[in-house]
Each structure stands twice: as structure tokens, then as C-alpha cells.
């Protein structure tokens, strides 16, 4: 089982590569089986923008059981819960 850990990691300026960036690491997490903990401490990865993709992709990802975010807004961490809540896997999703 593997732990994801990115720290000040910021993919902004260029909004489109941002963009990129995002939708890439979302979608190979779901392929990704032995990713089972992610902390995405003082990034950009997760925005208002993107929250609901990342929603989605956390519901399928079902080897993941920890979510930690630092440095995002409270209300980013409402919309992967209420995405998750149906999801068989418990998941737990902390902020910081």
C-alpha cells in the first residue's frame, strides 16, 4: 500500500496547464491501486473549479481510505463528502 504526498506543490499561473495538471492526477488515481492515503498539503491541485471532478474520482477510487487537504477553503471538503457518502469503501477526508 502506497501513501500520495504533495507539499506547496502549485499548478496555477498558466490556467490551462493548471487545468491539465488537475484532470491528470484525478484520473490516474482511479487506475492506481495501491495509492491508499493522499495529502495534498498547500496546493492548488483541488479548487472550487475542480472539487466535483475530484468528487467523483474519490467515490470510484476504492483502495483509498484517507484524504487529507491543507491550505483549501472548508467548503472545498463539503463537495468530496457528500460525493463519497454513498460509497461502500469508507473514506476519511480531514482537513488540516
Do not use: C
Not at 12 to 41: F, H, K, Y
Request: aromatic content about 8%.
Amino acid at each position: 500500500m502506497g501513501d500520495l504526498h504533495t507539499f506547496d506543490t502549485s499548478v496555477g499561473g498558466d490556467e490551462e496547464v493548471g487545468q491539465e495538471t488537475d484532470v491528470r492526477l484525478a484520473n490516474m488515481l482511479p487506475t492506481n491501486t495501491t495509492i491508499t492515503w493522499i495529502s495534498l498539503l498547500r496546493t492548488d491541485l483541488v479548487r472550487s473549479d475542480n472539487v466535483t471532478q475530484w468528487g467523483y474520482v474519490l467515490m470510484w477510487k476504492k483502495t483509498l481510505t484517507n484524504l487529507y487537504l491543507a491550505g483549501v477553503g472548508a467548503d472545498i471538503i463539503d463537495e468530496p463528502k457528500a460525493k463519497t457518502k454513498d460509497r461502500t469503501a469508507d473514506l476519511f477526508i480531514s482537513l488540516f
